[in-house]
């Protein structure tokens, strides 16, 4: 009786699990291939003012880093197209590349919460903490809707269904 009722083979024969790009993985599709590069693109869009300051102060270390993190954002964003596509029309390592698509999200985004932490320390010593407080809940936001989703393509039974052991 090692086994739950719902995975007994009688049951697995009446409800086999599903297969296909449907529910919460064409969801993820969709999220990935047109959410994430929208949200980027538009956020980058209403950052306009604040690159063309950071531009004049470009020897800074701060809009180094600013520019960098601007960069990645834009080359993450093409790269969660490529996994949404993929995803979508069944390629080979599709979520092996979602995969390092969320692990290296998750880098960015805690790269980019330290330096947030320390410029505005060092910058403004604290005295923004409104802004600072944003700043960090939707880092913290993000986080936690890559972790959300590293973990459904680790446990979900239409991810493995659809594309094997990935």
Request: charged share 10%; net charge positive.
């Amino acid at each position: 009786m090692d086994q739950l009722p719902s995975e007994s083979p009688i049951n697995r024969a009446k409800h086999p699990p599903k297969s296909g790009v449907g529910g919460w993985l064409w969801v993820l599709c969709v999220y990935l291939a047109i959410i994430v590069p929208l949200y980027n693109v538009l956020g980058l869009l209403a950052s306009i003012e604040l690159l063309t300051n950071l531009w004049q102060l470009l020897p800074n270390p701060g809009a180094v880093i600013a520019y960098a993190y601007l960069v990645s954002a834009l080359v993450l964003a093409g790269f969660s197209v490529v996994c949404g596509v993929a995803l979508k029309n069944l390629r080979p390592m599709a979520v092996r590349y979602t995969k390092i698509l969320v692990l290296a999200q998750l880098g960015v985004t805690a790269l980019f919460s330290v330096f947030v932490v320390l410029y505005f320390r060092s910058a403004f010593g604290f005295s923004h903490s409104a802004a600072l407080k944003e700043s960090l809940v939707t880092a913290f936001v993000w986080t936690a809707i890559w972790i959300a989703i590293y973990g459904y393509l680790l446990v979900s039974e239409r991810v493995r269904a659809t594309y094997g052991d990935a």
